[in-house]
């Protein structure tokens, strides 16, 4: 299958979608729950976003189309922390178009053996990935919500898989990331680091995950 690009597929599985709901304290559902083992861009991926009144459920759109977007070539599934930082569009993204990605675990392939990971909290409960979204107009009338999945530097050991990491969000961390009155540059790049490692795990699993048709729980089982 060739080497997938950082983030390029994850996991939500989580049993109970209730202790999910009371997990990130959801307060709107509007898109029904379905167990994931192999979410892969260009699919709708499970979101959090704020009204300013209440946490709402849905999905959006995985390869980020920005209404302001000029480039060509394919939509970002990943938005690099320097990205951001140098890129207006992004950086006002940041600013107005925050959501929290949420997943039980995602998959990394190996720099240089290419064999897939599975990546995940030692707490085994549900995570959010910082994420920006966007709505975008096509010519033929049809709207998109689509979204990227924000990305840093790796840590230390994490390195030895690939240099980069998906920001996964502390509870605290991403109560302030969906707070839509919060806008300062400063305060929003200070959430966007690496979560701690020692706090992650990480296992080989089947070269299976590659394949995108491969959507099962076996996905995310130890290989050995």
Same mark, same amino acid.
């Given at each position: 299958?060739?080497?997938?690009? +950082?983030?390029?597929? *994850?996991?939500?599985?989580?049993?109970? *979608?209730?202790?999910?709901?009371?997990? *990130?304290?959801?307060?709107?559902?509007?898109?029904?729950?379905?167990?994931?083992?192999?979410?892969?861009? /260009?699919?709708?991926?499970?979101?959090?976003?704020?009204?300013?009144?209440?946490?709402?459920?849905?999905?959006?759109?995985?390869?980020?189309?920005?209404?302001?977007?000029?480039?060509?070539?394919?939509?970002?599934?990943?938005?690099?922390?320097?990205?951001?930082?140098?890129?207006?569009?992004?950086?006002?993204?940041?600013?107005?178009?925050?959501?929290?990605?949420?997943?039980?675990?995602?998959?990394?392939?190996?720099? /240089?053996?290419?064999?897939?990971?599975?990546?995940?909290?030692?707490?085994?409960?549900? *995570?959010?990935?910082?994420?920006?979204?966007?709505?975008?107009?096509?010519?033929?009338?049809?709207?998109?919500?689509?979204?990227?999945?924000?990305?840093?530097?790796?840590?230390?050991?994490?390195?030895?898989?690939?240099?980069?990491?998906?920001?996964?969000?502390?509870?605290?961390? +991403?109560?302030?990331?969906?707070?839509?009155?919060?806008?300062?540059?400063?305060?929003?790049?200070?959430?966007?680091?690496?979560?701690?490692?020692?706090?992650?795990?990480?296992?080989?699993?089947?070269?299976?995950?590659?394949?995108?048709?491969?959507?099962?729980?076996?996905?995310?089982?130890?290989?050995?």
């Amino acid at each position: 299958q060739g080497l997938i690009s +950082l983030c390029g597929r *994850f996991s939500f599985a989580y049993e109970d *979608f209730s202790a999910i709901i009371e997990y *990130f304290g959801i307060g709107r559902v509007s898109e029904a729950y379905e167990r994931r083992w192999n979410i892969a861009p /260009s699919q709708q991926i499970p979101a959090i976003l704020s009204d300013g009144s209440a946490r709402r459920f849905g999905t959006l759109k995985w390869g980020l189309l920005p209404a302001a977007w000029n480039g060509g070539g394919p939509k970002p599934i990943n938005t690099r922390t320097e990205t951001i930082q140098r890129n207006p569009v992004f950086r006002n993204l940041l600013q107005r178009r925050r959501v929290g990605l949420v997943a039980t675990g995602y998959y990394e392939w190996h720099h /240089s053996t290419r064999q897939p990971f599975n990546i995940r909290p030692k707490s085994r409960e549900p *995570f959010a990935f910082a994420g920006l979204w966007d709505t975008c107009e096509l010519e033929n009338g049809e709207t998109l919500h689509t979204c990227s999945i924000v990305t840093a530097a790796a840590p230390q050991r994490m390195k030895g898989l690939h240099d980069r990491v998906p920001v996964i969000l502390p509870r605290q961390a +991403l109560d302030t990331w969906l707070d839509r009155t919060v806008s300062d540059y400063d305060q929003l790049m200070h959430l966007l680091e690496p979560y701690p490692e020692d706090d992650m795990e990480w296992y080989e699993v089947n070269p299976m995950v590659g394949n995108v048709r491969n959507d099962v729980p076996e996905c995310v089982m130890p290989l050995n």
